[in-house]
């Protein structure tokens, strides 16, 4: 199976704050990767597909990048309604497989 | 409007069985592939199988720790996505949601999740 890590953990970060997370899988994925934010009681929602796609509806200021093994998600100004907890997940082979999970809270 | 509408969550005791149900409305459903996926009490999200559209041969996918023990099928006639789930441990206690996947292998549009409990 593809492990995925995600870094880091958690961030604590202010409205307007630049955050990039981090996903590295343990063999190489192309750019089958999407990002997800769940809040807490909510649906999760995709932001991103193909690494760097972003979903319709989605703010812009949501960005992904990377390809291989080492991709990133970027909020370029972060604001209220985006903190929440953000998985990275890999669909290059079966079983699919998600980060653990970064949690952005409020600095 | 385009949605999915999970259905069957509840308790039952280990060892026992539960079908889900996935209602889609607002879109072809026979045209899509369709997943399923679970949230664990204070975990992370977990996929948990996946169903390909009939075009691509309506074959399944699955976890290892589900293997075995749940199936998926569905019934492009009614709609419908099923989450068979037999054998049924403790530690299949989740938040199980289905999803409606983009051909990248994302999941683009979530049901709103059932709960399932599995104790005695």
């Known amino acids: 199976d593809i492990q995925m890590t995600q870094s880091p953990s958690s961030v604590s970060a202010s409205v307007g704050d630049r955050v990039t997370i981090t996903c590295r899988a343990s063999q190489g994925i192309s750019s089958w990767l999407a990002w997800y934010q769940h809040k807490s009681g909510k649906v999760p929602k995709l932001l991103i597909y193909a690494a760097s796609s972003l979903q319709s509806g989605v703010p812009s200021r949501f960005s992904g990048g990377g390809s291989g093994t080492h991709f990133t998600l970027t909020i370029s100004s972060l604001q209220p309604e985006d903190f929440a907890t953000y998985y990275c997940q890999q669909a290059n082979s079966f079983p699919w497989t998600f980060g653990q999970g970064t949690k952005v809270e409020i600095k | ?120």
């Open chain 2, 1 to 120: 409007e385009v949605q999915l509408v999970e259905s069957g969550g509840g308790l039952v005791k280990p060892g026992r069985s539960l079908r889900l149900s996935c209602t889609a409305s607002g879109f072809t459903f026979g045209d899509y592939a369709m997943s399923w996926f679970r949230q664990a009490p204070g975990k992370g999200l977990e996929w948990v199988g996946f169903i390909r559209s009939k075009a691509y041969g309506g074959t399944t996918e699955y976890a290892a720790s589900v293997k075995g023990r749940f199936s998926i099928s569905r019934d492009d006639s009614k709609s419908i996505a099923y989450l068979q789930m037999n054998s049924l441990k403790i530690e299949d206690t989740a938040v199980y949601y289905c999803t409606r996947d983009r051909r990248e292998g994302a999941a683009g549009l979530w049901g709103q999740g059932t709960l399932v409990t599995v104790s005695s």
